[in-house]
């Protein structure tokens, strides 16, 4: 019978729960993987995993058998154990160390009319994850990440996708580098910019597009309001004048599902 790892000193466990603080993620080149699910789609996209911390005690017994296919990568822990481990509220018993692909605009692969979104700058976890989630319900190509000021393998991004930053194409490049992209892969640039004179609905997504926007603080920055090909904007009927950024995308991503799936 397998050990079950007990103490909170275990080296193993020390190492693991070091993976919580970005550097150290960023220094060793691993990150952590919490949820039966989220680590299915890793595994599905090649990620490899280096361990994985199980806890019988919070499993729901209705896991993918290829959770279990590595056994020797399997470590039991206890419920206390896993708790200092974990970073959600109910856990599932599941959570890996793996080591995760990055992908620079080169690696990004497109098909005939590509729609990629881009979003620049972007900071909180949940906005990201969500975003993820989006991109992954519509079937974009790609979301490429500009500027970025939080790691998109945050675990509160891997929670917030549910697992989708695994299963959508995701680059991390400038925006002096993605506008350079677009324009050698002759991908129009849409800006959500809240003082543009065009509403969303009346731009042609058909073609090569790519959707950008900016988080609802700060919104994009001038480089956007510059060369992006078209400027859009979504209407206000009420007393604010932004929306969070994922529901934005979403109200203009879907419009772009619309009219592609019309032409």
Same mark, same amino acid.
């Given at each position: 019978m397998t050990e079950t790892i007990s103490s909170l000193q275990n080296p193993q466990i020390k190492e693991a729960a070091k993976l919580k603080d970005a550097k150290e993620r960023g220094r060793q080149g691993l990150i952590l993987i919490e949820g039966s699910r989220e680590i299915s789609l890793a595994l599905a996209a090649g990620v490899k995993l280096e361990k994985l911390f199980y806890c019988q005690e919070y499993s729901?017994?209705?896991e993918d058998p290829s959770l279990f296919a590595d056994k020797k990568n399997i470590i039991n822990v206890s419920p206390e154990v896993f708790k200092k481990l974990a970073y959600r509220e109910h856990p599932e018993g599941f959570l890996a160390v793996a080591r995760p692909k990055f992908l620079g605009l080169a690696d990004v692969k497109l098909k005939d009319k590509p729609l990629v979104i881009i979003i620049e700058s972007v900071e909180k976890p949940g906005n990201l994850g969500? !975003?993820?989630?989006s991109a992954d319900a519509a079937g974009v190509d790609a979301v490429i990440v500009g500027d970025a000021k939080t790691d998109i393998y945050n675990p509160n991004v891997i929670r917030a996708s549910l697992g989708t930053v695994f299963a959508n194409q995701v680059a991390v490049s400038s925006t002096e580098k993605i506008l350079r992209?677009?324009?050698?892969?002759? !991908?129009?640039?849409f800006a959500t910019l809240p003082l543009a004179d065009k509403v969303y609905t009346k731009a042609d997504y058909t073609g090569p597009s790519a959707i950008v926007i900016g988080t609802e603080d700060v919104g994009l920055s001038n480089l956007w309001s510059q060369k992006a090909d078209e400027k859009i904007k979504i209407d206000m009927k009420g007393k604010i004048d932004s929306l969070n950024a994922s529901v934005s995308l979403a109200v203009v991503l879907f419009e772009?599902?619309?009219q592609r799936s019309i032409k």
């Open positions: 729901l017994g209705r969500a !975003i993820l989630r992209w677009l324009k050698e892969k002759k !991908i129009k640039s772009a599902l619309r």
